[in-house]
Nanobody
């Protein structure tokens, strides 16, 4: 069992940056691949970024490439999402998720076993 708690969301102007963090507890963090997803109002949840359990492999949704960076610190049991050049369309609730299954496709929600409660990111124009 893994408990995930996100933090770092907030209100930022377009072009600005935010760094989200997700802290894990309850199990061996390095046993899990980690992902970030987001859900905008009235839309389905979508994949943002993923990172393998050892941190060697990362994967991004096309619209986030070059703007977002995912990283992890297994010693601190945290995963971060650095978001730069934010746009109003990045406004959403951002969730971190953990999965036991190892796969280079990080984008499938159903692969993830545990989810955080989400943190709101609002980008003003």
């Amino acid at each position: 069992q893994v408990q995930l708690v996100e933090s770092g969301g907030g209100l930022v102007q377009a072009g600005g940056s935010l760094r989200l963090s997700c802290r894990a507890s309850g199990s061996t963090f390095s046993s899990y691949d980690m992902g970030w997803f987001r859900q905008a109002p009235g839309k389905e949840r979508e994949f943002v970024a993923g990172i393998s359990r050892g941190g060697l492999h990362t994967f991004y949704a096309d619209s986030m490439k070059g703007r977002f960076t995912i990283s992890r610190d297994n010693a601190k049991a945290t995963v971060a999402l650095q978001m730069n050049s934010l746009k109003p369309e990045d406004t959403a609730v951002y969730y971190c998720a953990a999965r036991l299954r190892a796969d280079l496709d990080f984008s499938q929600e159903y692969d993830y076993n545990y989810w955080g409660q989400g943190t709101q990111v609002t980008v003003s124009s």
